[in-house]
């Protein structure tokens, strides 16, 4: 049996992008010893925000969900305490975090979306032929300083 305090944890790196519009900036990298949980291997696309690893040739190791990084909107608090608060469409602008896993192999990173699916693919289902699945977006690529 094997005591779980002495695997070695996989490398990390926690990134910091900034956003404004269209534009996304990659701001820092700082290797991190931690674990990180929701990390997707697999080919599968779900709909919304990721942060992939990529190897030299650009095939993805790991994606990482990040929810909520692009912000289009903004809570608005009223100055009459009874009045409800309200949310209202502002341009895309702010900055967010995320942790990727970063094996040896990994290159590079990549800010994907991920659409829905199209209107052919059932719902709760697996999604139809290929031009119905999720497809996903590179949004910016950056390489890692190694």
Known sequence: MTNPQQNPRAPAIRLIFEYEGDSVRLVSQQPVDMAI???DTGVESR????????DDGGQRLARVPAPGA???SAEV??????E?????DVEARGAFTVVVPAPAE??????????PPGPGAPPGGPPGPPSEAAQGVDVATFRLDR
């Open 70 to 72: 692009f912000r289009e």
């Open 84 to 88: 409800p608060i309200t949310r209202v």
């Open 47 to 54: 709909p919304g925000d990721f942060v992939e690893t990529r």
């Open 77 to 82: 608090f009223p100055e009459n305490h009874a």
């Open 106 to 115: 990994a290159a590079e990173v990549a800010v994907v979306r991920v659409a």
């Open 37 to 39: 949980r929701g990390v």
